[in-house]
């Protein structure tokens, strides 16, 4: 059986088969499903098993650039990228300059970076447990457009992989119509690394989506958002969010900069009315054989890890 389930996964890197869908998952699931069968066995098994894992690491990192198109890829490394320059930024402490500061402790600041230009910086505390968040922002993003103003739609174009998703975002037009209709369509990286979890993004390329008569298309440069438990209050939030936007056209400076430091607080005070209003969304429920497939997957699949800045990734 495992002989035939490492074959299943060798063909992926023919041609010929290494865009079929689901391969990769099937290959697991037969691991998983092999490497759970033998485990309660003595230890000869469980040093065998241990061997099995070490080299299905090994082979599970050579089919991750099989199973994806050169296209594929260069979102992925794009999405990539624009995580570490957005944690780089948030990392560096010098600058900051206070742009808004709220009755309820929240505020904005902002800098000028080199390469990037101005960017803003949102710091607030949510009193609802991170992963209600991560469920709002991530699992239903596309869902954003009900419940935040500024946005009149969020589409998934593409999901590449557990992690990345190229979006194509119409934005509403500001109040007196001091910023026209904008879209924009981007690469978005989504990573957890112990209680932190980092959403980043970036303005892409997308054939299936050329601009949009009427509408202008402007340029997310590398944004994030950064979420983890407050230290000593678990069920709470705090949130960064570094906002870096080219809205292209011809707008004056004291507008843009108005426009997004008002945006920012406008979607901290839109986010907590959506948490308080709408229940969590039911949490899925995994079969015995799910789990493991998924534990095996954790254990023994090991992308590229991202670089640590500050504390942001440090387990909290």
Not at 44 to 64: A, C
Not at 100 to 129: H, T, Y
Not at 269 to 296: C, D, G, M, Y
């Amino acid at each position: 059986m495992l002989l035939a389930t490492f074959k299943l996964c060798a063909g992926s890197s023919y041609r010929h088969v290494r865009n079929m869908k689901g391969l990769r998952h099937q290959a697991a699931l037969a691991i998983g499903q092999e490497l759970n069968w033998r485990a309660p066995g003595g230890p000869t098994q469980s040093g065998w098993i241990n061997q099995v894992r070490r080299q299905s690491s090994l082979l599970g990192s050579q089919l991750e650039d099989t199973l994806y198109s050169d296209q594929e890829l260069a979102y992925i490394q794009q999405g990539e990228e624009a995580m570490q320059k957005a944690l780089g930024i948030l990392s560096n402490q010098e600058g900051w300059k206070e742009e808004n500061q709220q009755a309820n402790g929240d505020k904005v600041l902002s800098k000028v970076v080199p390469d990037v230009g101005k960017v803003f910086r949102l710091e607030v505390e949510v009193d609802q447990p991170m992963e209600r968040l991560y469920e709002e922002l991530v699992e239903r993003m596309e869902a954003m457009g009900e419940w935040n103003p500024n946005v009149k739609e969020i589409k998934v174009l593409q999901k590449i992989g557990k992690d990345t998703v190229i979006t194509h975002e119409l934005a509403a037009e500001s109040a007196g119509n001091l910023v026209g209709p904008r879209d924009f369509v981007s690469v978005r990286c989504a990573k957890r690394r112990g209680s932190t979890c980092v959403l980043a993004g970036m303005a892409t390329q997308f054939e299936e989506m050329p601009e949009q008569k009427g509408v202008i298309r402007a340029e997310h440069g590398p944004t994030c958002m950064v979420l983890h438990p407050l230290a000593g209050s678990p069920s709470k939030t705090k949130l960064t969010w570094l906002l870096s936007i080219d809205l292209k056209g011809w707008l004056p400076k004291t507008i843009i900069n108005q426009v997004l430091s008002q945006t920012q607080v406008d979607f901290a005070n839109h986010l907590r009315k959506r948490l308080e209003s709408s229940p969590a969304p039911e949490a899925r429920s995994f079969s015995v054989r799910e789990r493991a497939v998924e534990v095996f997957l954790e254990q023994n699949y090991h992308p590229l890890p991202a670089k640590k800045n500050g504390h942001l990734f440090e387990d909290g």
